[in-house]
């Protein structure tokens, strides 16, 4: 079973505040992600790493940061949030190996921004 | 561009069969993922494959066909729980996941 968190479950903010989602794995997985979900829609590709100090952005330009200080540990910043960021965000980690990577997600973050 | 299609929903009887169709055009293959979420929850793994032909664990059988940038997953003996939305992804040349946006499966007694 996969141990990957996500906090805050449920958030409701303003528009222009800046916001952190956090997101912690016990697996020592090397690649993690993050994602964009609309409700019926595709998972889309926001930002991932391949370890510790690499960050890579993925196709959906979210205007939001991302860090890899520690290898369990992989913050989503929003410096400022806007109606159009409500969404689902998913975080999600995986051992790094090529072909069959199998990726585990976390319960997921429900964004919604007044 | 690269795609995945899936159908939108689909509607079953509990206990029967269910086969849900996935297409796609990658720039590359890397492999063939099928993912269940269930309504405001995350994708959970369910099968992946790489060769062609069918890989079957448990109630659910998943198949590929390269040529065709065909698969399918297979579902028996469907249960209330099974109610979910299924996920295709195809691994691409620079293994990268590409999502479908996933077949909403409706399960009736």
């Known amino acids: 079973e996969a141990d990957i968190y996500q906090t805050p479950r449920y958030l409701v903010i303003g528009t222009g505040k800046k916001i952190t989602l956090e997101c912690s794995q016990t697996?020592?997985?090397?690649?993690m992600y993050w994602y964009q979900q609309d409700p019926g829609m595709e998972l889309h590709l926001i930002h991932y790493?391949?370890?510790?100090?690499?960050?890579e952005k993925g196709d959906l330009s979210s205007e939001s940061t991302v860090s890899r200080i520690r290898t369990e540990h992989f913050p989503l910043t929003l410096e400022s949030a806007r109606p159009s960021h409500t969404s689902q965000y998913l975080c999600?980690?995986?051992?790094?190996?090529?072909?069959?990577?199998?990726?585990?997600f976390g319960p997921g973050t429900r964004l919604t921004v007044l | 561009g690269q795609n995945i299609d899936q159908p939108t929903e689909m509607t079953a009887t509990e206990g029967a069969i269910v086969q849900i169709n996935c297409t796609y055009q990658?720039?590359?293959?890397?492999?063939l993922f099928w993912y269940q979420q269930h309504a405001g929850e995350a994708p959970t793994f369910l099968s992946y494959?790489?060769l062609d032909g069918l890989e079957e664990k448990g109630r659910f059988s998943s198949f590929l066909s390269r040529s065709k940038g065909y698969s399918y997953l297979l579902l028996k003996e469907l249960q209330m729980k099974d109610s979910a939305s299924y996920l295709c992804?195809?691994?691409?040349?620079?293994?990268?996941?590409?999502w479908g946006a996933g077949t909403k499966l409706i399960i009736k007694p």
């Open positions: 494959n790489v």
């Open positions: 790493s391949y370890g510790v100090n690499s960050t």
């Open positions: 697996m020592g997985h090397d690649k």
């Open positions: 990658t720039s590359g293959f890397n492999g």
């Open positions: 999600a980690s995986s051992e790094g190996w090529d072909g069959g990577d199998t990726q585990y």
């Open positions: 992804a195809v691994m691409d040349s620079n293994y990268q996941l590409i």
